[in-house]
């Protein structure tokens, strides 16, 4: 398992994040924590979870799993959690004021059974709530010891600028992580948020790598497979009906499969490998279902792309815009940021 630092932070995390998502809901507690041990003694450090998550109950689980582990288990890790979601029916019981945060910090700490949260993460952008109130709060938080870094999850790039410039000009606690949807069929986040959050230094930690299980291969032109999150309600997960009618996916599904044939390996440890060589990215949040499921996504590691094959996969899923200024003026300037070129 290999290290990086939580964006400009100091603090060391595995290439590899555990997503919780799944526990309490699709993953019984018996296996979360199978999954949990299993994660640790290969080397991962980071546990992802949120307030929301099977209602609260993956933050339950997780909590119970670290009062069973070794102390020296307990002090490597970084647990990550969310809040902005509601956590009950009041008018206060969401959104990111003071007054729900401070309900929703506690209310984690005491499910995860800890007294400071590594990465407490804004879980997603407030327009009520002023940009000075949540930082301000953050802040204080950090003070008192309950959170050791902040981090911000689902904003687009003018509101992560916006964070970014009040917590300097307002000397308040600075985000060190953004988490965006980010893998071979979702690039998007090259346009703006991913300059702009490598311009503040965060790192990157992306969510959804296989894109809901497209990146697996098991997704055909006709078929959706049984006992996937799609074939219930078709079109309500990922645009499952609109990624089908796209020769992009297609394009892409087909490069992926090329790549994998010449490793050896499933298509889903491509997609996890192309991902954590990308630039800017501190961890990938592994979102697995089953032991099975992880441990093959932790067999990722293992693959080692040339870069005669990340080219390929680069052209192949490169997101299609041909307007201004995200067409062929925006393509160059992606291209030579990211190959240290200059204007």
Request: no cysteine; hydrophobic share 40%; aromatic share 8%.
């Amino acid at each position: 398992m290999q290290y990086r630092t939580l964006g400009a932070a100091g603090a060391s995390v595995s290439q590899f994040a555990l997503g919780t998502m799944t526990f309490g809901r699709e993953t019984s507690e018996a296996e979360s924590r199978e999954m949990l041990d299993l994660y640790v003694a290969a080397g991962g450090n980071l546990i992802d979870t949120a307030d929301i998550y099977a209602d609260r109950e993956s933050e339950r689980i997780v909590g119970r799993w670290l009062k069973s582990a070794a102390a020296e288990v307990r002090d490597n890790l970084v647990i990550a959690t969310k809040g902005r979601f509601p956590t009950g029916g009041g008018p206060n019981q969401l959104g990111l004021s003071r007054k729900h945060l401070a309900q929703a910090l506690d209310a984690s700490l005491q499910r995860l059974g800890v007294e400071t949260i590594d990465l407490y993460q804004l879980h997603s952008w407030d327009p009520h709530t002023s940009v000075e109130e949540q930082l301000e709060f953050l802040t204080a938080a950090v003070a008192a010891g309950k959170v050791h870094y902040v981090g911000l999850s689902n904003v687009t790039a003018w509101q992560l600028q916006r964070y970014m410039d009040v917590a300097e000009f307002r000397r308040l606690v600075r985000p060190v992580t953004i988490q965006p949807q980010y893998n071979l069929l979702a690039r998007e986040i090259e346009w703006e948020v991913l300059p702009a959050a490598e311009f503040n230094g965060l790192g990157l930690l992306p969510w959804s790598p296989l894109a809901g299980g497209w990146l697996t291969g098991k997704y055909t032109r006709d078929a959706v497979p049984a006992g996937t999150r799609h074939d219930a309600a078709p079109g309500a997960m990922n645009g499952l009906d609109r990624r089908r009618s796209e020769e992009r996916t297609w394009a892409v599904l087909d490069a992926l499969a090329a790549v994998a044939d010449e490793h050896g390996v499933p298509q889903g440890r491509v997609a996890i490998a192309w991902l954590a060589g990308r630039s800017g990215v501190s961890s990938v949040i592994l979102g697995a279902r089953t032991l099975a499921h992880l441990e093959d996504n932790l067999a990722s590691g293992d693959v080692v792309l040339t870069p005669q094959q990340r080219e390929r996969l680069d052209a192949a899923s490169l997101p299609h815009v041909a307007d201004y200024p995200y067409g062929e003026l925006g393509q160059e300037q992606r291209t030579r940021r990211l190959h240290g070129g200059r204007w």
